[in-house]
């Protein structure tokens, strides 16, 4: 039986919730991605975790942009580990939680 275009479009939303933004970024070869965090279960600890994040976006490359929570603020790690670099951070009104199976 062949699909329609419709039929494949919630498999191709599905596709592209798990590969985030970046992933997809990357599949079209816009941008080179990269994981912030070595563990693949991350620490508890947000504290830690936004540490963690600095140091790999700070060996990343001299811009860097990272998608991440509203719980992480890296101003205070940037501003302590490189004094003169510029921290942007945008921040939106609300979240959608998608439930991705």
């Known amino acids: 039986m062949e699909q329609t275009t419709r039929d494949l479009l919630p498999d191709i939303r599905k596709q592209r919730l798990e590969a985030d933004a970046s ?22 600890d947000i504290a830690a975790r936004d540490r963690a994040i600095v140091k790999r976006l700070l060996t990343a490359g001299t811009h860097t942009v990272a998608v991440l929570g509203g ?29 991705v199976r």
């Open 23 to 44: 992933g997809v970024l990357e599949a079209w070869g816009e941008v080179s991605t990269l994981p912030l965090e070595a563990s693949a279960v991350p620490s508890k």
């Open 71 to 99: 719980g992480h603020d890296l101003a205070d790690e940037l501003k302590r580990r490189a004094p003169g670099g510029e921290y942007l951070r945008v921040e939106v009104t609300r979240y959608i939680h998608t439930d």
